[in-house]
């Protein structure tokens, strides 16, 4: 739905290049495209540099040299874990670009360690380091960022072309409106609000604002990551658990239950606490475990808890499609969507090209994040050239969590708490059923049609709102897609359906908004598939 702008922005930017998100995608595509000659902004829903799962800890990377050997041992090893839907094109173009930033953050400045062999070690990056000198390269590029200032709906010129977006800050609550030639969608995942390690400001924003354009998402039922977090901690770093025993609560070993093999924890979580010891950690890695990940000790040193010689009760906090696969449909190599003149990034775009129907933290992630942002930039800047100077008219496209008045006010408190209800629980989401999927959706569908008949009381609330919106949004075409996919592959996990199916070996694309649609697409495939398989309002 098309909407004229009426309101008065206090700030009016024109721009070649609009790039919504700052972590590591974001500013990744930021420097490309200014460093292509293109004037660029970034806006942030926080402080970029600072917000999001990156910025947030350390982070592995997905950094191979240029060895055949190596190279095909990497791709090799995902493969059959994301279910054979990646493509090795990608993987390769992947593995090539991260490669060479990396070492060009080697050039930057970037304090990389040395191994035992006195080599340079590049294959993981402590988030705050990173973030700050990415805040500091795009400035030094001449990039203009809006900190604190999500964006609250995409601009389209009268062909539908992406033109640009309308949002506010949060500090001041001065509008702000970018009109772009092109725009980047960099919001990263959506983690539902679950509290996990620095997904705070991730709530699907990203997908709601491409969908109301008309963009599709891809692989959105590989959306059910959950993280090992201690109980007390919203610390879900699960690499060390890899050296983790888990118990009862009596201490008696539970069977079967490991970092990788968390469906067994999930059972157990079903029906009483469980714990952990890192107790298969050697005395001399202990210290270069807190050198590595500082942030994993800290909630563990405030509570007084030795996590190599002491018990601690842990959980499974949903981080959704930040560390699943599920995104922005991707159509070529320049990371566009499929709407002229958007393109995607990082976690708000599909990873199912590199990782199939499963990844988990850093490695394939950053390395994506830092792939795709740097090939959206560029290709943002070169669509942006051109369309030359003319100015556009353009049209707002938000819908849902955008207005103000009206007899029926917003709850978007419990809104949220609606929609976690239903994606949170381990027996709706981790392990699904047909029945279960089937009758969340339909919850789901009535709370978005809730959301379109409720306004905000106040212009402060627009922000939240469209945080509801969006997630509400996210789980339907999570669980429309899941329910499309009657068989076991990846992350997704279904108990009626528990056999890997070779005739579903294919994507499933998802979009719209009062009608949820799915449709599948073949494998290493640019066209469109026109058969739609509805789930509507």
């Known amino acids: 739905m098309l909407k ?11 721009a070649d290049v609009l790039v919504i998100g700052g972590g590591p995608a974001g500013t990744w595509a930021a420097w490309s495209a200014a460093s292509s000659g293109a004037r660029v902004v970034l806006v942030d829903k926080g402080y970029c540099g600072t917000t999001g ?31 054979f839907l990646s493509d090795r094109n990608w993987m390769d173009r992947v593995l090539d670009q991260t490669y060479a930033n990396v070492n060009q953050l080697a050039e ?17 990056l402590q988030g705050p380091e990173y973030m700050r000198l990415m805040r500091r ?9 809006l900190d604190n200032s999500p964006a609250l709906e995409l601009l389209v010129d009268d062909d539908g072309a992406v033109a640009g977006a309308t949002g506010v800050n949060r500090q001041t609550g001065e509008k702000w409106i970018v009109r772009s030639q092109s725009t980047i ?12 390690l620095g997904c705070n400001v991730l709530t699907g924003d990203g997908y709601l604002m491409a969908a109301e354009a008309g963009a599709e998402m891809s692989g959105m039922e590989f959306s059910n990551a959950y993280g090992i977090s201690p109980a007390f901690s919203s610390v879900t770093k699960t690499l060390f658990y890899n050296w983790a025993t888990f ?3 009596d201490g008696t070993v539970i069977p079967g239950a490991s970092s990788h093999r968390r469906s067994v924890i999930a059972e157990t979580l079903l029906q009483q606490p469980v714990y952990a010891i890192i107790d298969k950690a050697a005395e001399s890695m202990r210290a270069s475990m807190r050198l590595a990940q500082p942030n994993f000790f800290l909630p563990f040193d405030r509570a007084g808890i030795d996590p190599f010689t002491q018990r601690f009760p842990v959980t499974l906090r949903l981080e959704g499609t930040v560390r699943g696969t599920g995104g922005i449909r991707i159509v070529d ?7 002229r003149g958007l393109y995607a990034a990082g976690d708000a775009a599909t990873r199912e090209l590199i990782c199939g129907g499963f990844t988990g933290g850093g490695s394939h992630n950053a390395a994506w994040a830092i792939s795709s942002g740097y090939w959206s930039g560029k290709s943002a800047a070169e669509y942006s050239r051109s369309l030359g100077e003319q100015r556009r008219l353009v049209l707002g496209v938000g819908e849902v969590g955008l207005q103000c008045g009206g007899d029926r006010s917003l709850a978007t408190d419990e809104v949220i708490q609606a929609v976690q209800a239903e994606v949170f629980p381990y027996e709706k989401n981790y392990f699904r059923t047909q029945q279960g999927l089937t009758e969340s959706l339909a919850r789901l569908n009535h709370l978005w049609q809730e959301l379109r008949s409720s306004q905000v009381t106040s212009e402060k609330e627009l922000p939240r709102a469209r945080e509801a919106a969006a997630m509400v949004a996210t789980a339907r075409w ?32 998802s979009g719209g908004l009062d009608q949820v649609w799915v449709k599948s697409l073949p494998l290493h495939t640019k066209e469109k598939s026109q058969s739609k398989i509805g789930a509507a309002v």
């Open 53 to 83: 799962c990156a910025a947030a800890s350390g982070n592995g990377v997905w950094y191979v040299p240029p060895d055949p050997e190596a190279r095909e041992t990497a791709k090799a090893s995902r493969e059959s874990l994301g279910g």
């Open 247 to 249: 118990t009862y609560e």
């Open 478 to 509: 999570m669980y429309s897609s899941a329910i499309e996919r009657k068989e076991t592959r990846g992350m997704h996990r279904h108990l009626d359906y528990p056999e890997l199916d070779a005739n579903q070996q294919h994507h499933l694309i």
């Open 137 to 145: 390269q795009i400035q030094r590029a001449g990039v203009r960022i």
């Open 185 to 196: 969608i960099a919001t990263g995942g959506c983690a539902f609000l679950s509290k996990a």
């Open 4 to 14: 004229t702008l009426t309101t008065d922005f206090e700030l009016d930017l024109e």
């Open 108 to 124: 930057w400045g970037y304090p990389f360690p040395t191994d035992d062999e006195g080599k340079p070690y590049r294959r993981s």
């Open 333 to 339: 190599e320049s990371c566009a969507s499929s709407v």
